[in-house]
C-alpha cells in the first residue's frame, strides 16, 4: 500500500509505535520511517540515545523509547518528515502532537485549524499550542497541536484555512 | 504569476526593467531568463514548429532544447530560457529558421 | 592558449566536489560553468538531503550550494568561468568554451567531466504543448526564479523528481491534483511520498497520460489506467483539467564531449543510457580524461559528491599531486560511496554499475 499509494498500512504504523505503558508516561518520539533508504540525521541529532546506533546508514531507524524525552529535535533533523512526537498525557481526551511543517501560511499560537490524517482528508479541528524553529539554519518550523486523544495516532498534518 | 512568498527561500531579483514583446511593453527583472519574464507575463507560446506551425513553449530550462527560441535585439534562434534578460531588451516571436542580420519576421 | 592543469565542465555537485578535492590536494583546477551561478542542479533544491553528515545530511540542497560555492570561489587553488558553455573537444587535450560571445580554446593536462544529466520526455498526441514542461524546468522557474509554472499542475512520473518537484509546487501555493506513474509502485523514496499524501495528493499507480488537449496551451490530460503488461485497460480513461503538466520520467547523461573524445561507451538503461566505461576511480578509456556525477550513471547528488571527490582525488594524483594521502582519502571515499549504494533502494546503481563493468576493465 505504501509502495503504491503513499499511505502506510495500520500494521505498518502500530509496528512503529511506543507500548502503551511508554505512552502513559508522557511526549515521546514515533518515527514513520518504513523503507531502507541511505540516512542517518535522526540518530546523530538525538543525544539522549533515543535512538540506537545504526550499523549501516541504510537500517530502519530503532528506538530506545525509555531514553526518548519528547524533546523533538529529532523532527527537524528528518529530511523526509517522518518524525512525531505524542504526549497523551495532556489531558482526559486531548492528547499533544507535534509535526513538522514547511508551507505558509505558519500557523499562529492559539489558530485553530484542520488536523488531517495520512491521506490528507481532515479528522478534526485541532488548536496550534506552540510554534517553534527547527533551528537557526533550518525553516521548517515545530507545531504543537493539541489534538483528540483518539485521533493522536491519525493526524499526521494540517491544513490552514 | 510570481511567488510573493515562500516558505523556504528569499528570491534575490535584480532590477525591475522593462522589454517589449511583439511589440507590446511588458516588464521583468534584469539577469532573470527572458522565457521566465515571458512566462509571469502570461505568455506560454514562445515558438513554433518549422513544418506544422505548432506552438512550442518552455521545456528544459537549461538551454538544450530550443524549444524556446525567440528573436531578440534582431538576433534569431537565441535560447530564452537561459538568456539574462536586460533593460529594453526586443523580444520577437520567431517566424522559420531566422535569418542572422536579417530584416525582423523573417 | 588558456591552460588548466585539471579542467573541470560542470559546477554541480560532482564538479564542485572534484574541484575542491584536486586543488586541496594542491593541483591547479580551472572549473567551467555554462549558467552564470556555480551550484548545478543544487540550487534549486529546497528539500533536505538524504544521506550522512559526510555528505551535509539534513542540509538543504541550495544551502549546500551555498556553502560549496563559497568554498570553491575562496579557494586559492581554483579559478573559475562562469557563463562559459564547453563547445566541443580538440585533439592535443584541448576544450573550447563560449564565454561571452566569444570561443576561448583551454589545454589540459587533465579533464573532469561533470556535465550532469537532462530531462527525458514521453511521447503521445499533442505532448508539444506549451504548458508540457520538464519537471526540472519547473524547478528552476519557480525555485530559482520565483515564477509560478501554472495555477492546477499534474505530475507524471512518481520517482524522487517527481515527488519532490510535487511537494515543491505545493510549497509554492500551486495545486496539484494527481501525480501519475505508469509503473506498479512509486519510485520515490516513501517518506517523500507520505510527505505529498497527507496534503492531500493522490498518487495514481499503473495509470499515464495518454494524450493532452488544448488549442493553443495546455488544458487538459487524458489519463488512463494500466494493466499488469503496462497496457491501457479500456474504458478507464477520464480527463483531468491541468494548465501544466510536469514530465518527471528520468534523465539521461549529457555525454556528448565525451563520445566526441573517443571515451569508450556502453549503453546501460540502470544507469540512464549511454554511459562512458570507466575504472573504479573514475578513469575514461581516454587518457587524462574522468567522470563524476550524473554523467557517469543517473544517481542521488549525495553519491555525484562523492564521485567527484574520487575523480578529483585521482586527477591530482595522476599529475604527481597528494601522492601521500591518496589511498587513505580514496578509502574514505569509497566507503562512503558503498554505505550509499548498499542498500534496497541502491540496488539499481549496484546492478548497472555490475553491468557496465562486465563490459571489460577500463585501462588508460
Avoid at chain 1, 549501516?56 to 512525531?84: E, Q, S, T
Avoid at chain 2, 515571458?38 to 538551454?63: D, E, T
Avoid at chain 3, 524522487?160 to 511537494?167: A, D, E, K, L, R
Avoid at chain 3, 505508469?182 to 499515464?208: C, D, F, L, N
Wanted: hydrophobic residues 40%; aromatic residues 6%.
Amino acid at each position: 500500500m505504501l509502495e503504491k499509494t503513499g499511505v502506510p498500512t495500520p500494521a505498518q504504523v502500530e509496528a512503529v509505535k511506543p507500548s502503551p505503558e511508554r505512552l502513559t508516561e508522557g511526549p515521546v518520539v514515533i518515527v514513520e520511517c518504513f523503507q531502507e533508504i541511505p540516512c542517518d540525521p535522526c540518530y546523530t541529532a538525538c543525544k539522549r540515545g533515543g535512538f540506537l546506533p545504526f550499523a549501516d546508514i541504510n537500517d530502519l531507524p530503532r528506538m530506545d523509547f525509555a531514553k526518548c524525552n519528547g524533546c523533538g529535535i529529532c523532527i527537524g533533523a528528518c529530511p523526509g518528515l517522518a518524525v512525531f512526537v505524542v504526549d497523551e498525557t495532556y489531558a482526559e481526551d486531548k492528547a499533544l502532537l507535534m509535526i513538522p511543517w514547511e508551507f505558509l501560511p505558519v500557523p499562529e499560537e492559539g489558530n485553530m485549524v484542520k488536523g488531517l490524517n495520512r491521506e490528507g482528508d481532515v479528522l478534526a479541528d485541532v488548536e496550534v499550542k506552540k510554534v517553534r524553529s527547527a533551528g537557526s539554519h533550518n525553516q521548517t518550523s515545530i507545531l504543537t497541536l493539541i489534538v483528540p486523544k483518539k485521533y493522536a495516532h491519525d493526524i499526521r498534518s494540517i491544513r490552514v484555512d | 504569476m510570481r511567488i510573493q512568498v515562500h516558505p523556504i527561500l528569499e528570491f534575490k531579483k535584480g532590477k525591475k526593467i522593462s522589454f517589449t514583446y511583439d511589440g507590446i511593453t511588458v516588464e521583468g527583472y534584469e539577469g532573470e531568463p527572458i522565457a521566465a519574464a515571458l512566462h509571469a507575463a502570461g505568455v506560454r507560446v514562445l515558438s513554433h514548429s518549422r513544418n506544422f506551425k505548432r506552438p512550442r513553449g518552455f521545456w528544459c530550462a537549461i538551454g538544450n532544447c530550443s524549444s524556446c527560441n525567440m528573436r531578440v535585439n534582431g538576433i534569431p534562434n537565441v535560447r530564452t530560457c537561459v538568456e539574462p534578460l536586460q533593460d529594453g531588451m526586443t523580444v520577437e516571436t520567431q517566424q522559420g529558421r531566422g535569418v542572422i542580420g536579417g530584416v525582423p519576421g523573417e | 592558449m588558456n591552460k588548466a592543469e585539471i579542467l573541470v565542465i560542470g559546477s554541480g555537485p560532482a564538479g564542485l566536489k572534484a574541484s575542491l578535492s584536486a586543488a586541496d590536494q594542491g593541483a591547479g583546477v580551472t572549473l567551467v560553468e555554462r549558467d552564470p551561478f556555480l551550484g548545478g542542479q543544487l540550487v534549486k533544491q529546497t528539500h533536505m538531503f538524504f544521506g550522512s553528515k559526510e555528505q551535509y545530511a539534513s542540509e538543504r540542497g541550495f544551502k549546500i550550494a551555498e556553502k560549496l560555492t563559497a568554498a570553491a570561489e575562496e579557494h586559492p587553488g581554483v579559478r573559475v568561468l562562469k557563463g562559459a558553455a564547453a563547445l566541443g573537444y580538440y585533439d592535443d587535450n584541448v576544450v573550447t568554451l563560449e564565454l561571452k560571445g566569444r570561443v576561448l580554446p583551454v589545454s589540459y593536462d587533465a579533464m573532469i567531466m561533470a556535465t550532469g544529466a537532462q530531462e527525458n520526455t514521453l511521447m503521445f498526441p499533442n505532448c508539444d504543448l506549451p504548458g508540457i514542461y520538464g519537471a526540472g524546468a519547473v524547478q528552476t522557474l519557480m525555485n530559482v526564479y520565483g515564477v509560478l509554472p501554472g495555477k492546477r499542475v499534474a505530475m507524471l512520473g512518481a520517482g524522487n523528481i517527481g515527488v519532490i518537484v510535487s511537494y515543491q509546487l505545493l510549497q509554492a501555493g500551486v495545486e496539484v491534483p494527481a501525480i501519475i506513474e505508469a509503473a506498479p509502485e512509486i519510485g520515490a523514496y516513501h517518506v517523500h511520498a507520505s510527505k505529498v499524501r497527507r496534503m492531500g495528493v493522490p498518487i495514481y499507480t499503473s495509470q499515464t497520460v495518454v494524450s493532452a488537449h488544448g488549442s493553443d496551451a495546455l488544458e487538459k490530460i487524458i489519463m488512463v489506467e494500466l494493466d499488469d503488461s503496462w497496457q491501457p485497460v479500456p474504458d478507464t480513461e477520464r480527463e483531468l483539467d491541468v494548465d501544466v503538466l510536469c514530465i518527471a520520467v528520468g534523465l539521461t547523461p549529457l555525454t556528448e564531449i565525451l563520445f566526441q573524445a573517443g571515451c569508450e561507451i556502453a549503453y546501460i538503461p540502470e544507469l540512464g543510457g549511454h554511459v562512458p566505461r570507466r575504472s573504479a576511480v573514475m578513469e575514461t578509456s581516454v587518457a587524462n580524461i574522468y567522470i563524476a556525477g550524473d554523467v557517469s550513471g543517473i544517481e542521488e547528488a549525495s553519491a555525484a559528491m562523492v564521485e567527484g571527490t574520487i575523480a578529483g582525488l585521482t586527477a591530482a594524483f595522476n599529475l604527481g599531486y597528494g601522492r601521500d594521502s591518496y589511498e587513505q582519502k580514496i578509502a574514505a571515499a569509497n566507503l562512503e560511496l558503498d554505505a550509499l549504494r548498499k542498500g534496497p533502494t541502491g540496488e539499481k546503481i549496484r546492478t548497472g554499475l555490475q553491468n557496465l563493468k562486465k563490459t571489460g576493465e577500463v585501462r588508460q
